[in-house]
């Protein structure tokens, strides 16, 4: 494993469950903390959804398998909040590659 390539910070964020007094669950999310990563690969296209235009951005990243991250987590980078879509092991390496898509608010 070669340290030196995971020159990038993100923010890991998981979801919190929230029920409040009538029965509504929000969802709610949290850090999970700053971890050092390596962005592998950077790509944007255009889509359109619902009669509007957006930009559409995919990041995938390499961190190290030690950190807990699940899929449908937040991952904040660059002041841009990403969905976690696959986490893909690489165990030889001691790695897993976040592959993340742009959260349209």
């Not at 296209?45 to 937040?74: C, G, K, M, Q, T």
């Amino acid at each position: 494993m070669i340290a030196g390539r995971l020159t990038e910070r993100i923010e890991l964020l998981r979801p919190i469950e929230d029920v409040n007094d009538f029965g509504d669950e929000n969802t709610r999310y949290e850090s999970a903390g700053v971890i050092h990563a390596e962005r592998v690969k950077f790509s944007g296209s255009y889509r359109l959804e619902v009669a509007e235009h957006f930009p559409d951005y995919r990041v995938e990243f390499n961190i190290r398998s030690a950190h807990i991250v699940r899929e449908n987590w937040h991952v904040k980078y660059d002041g841009v909040e990403y969905v976690v879509t696959n986490i893909e092991p690489n165990h030889q390496r001691g790695m897993k590659t976040l592959t993340c898509e742009k959260l349209n608010p």
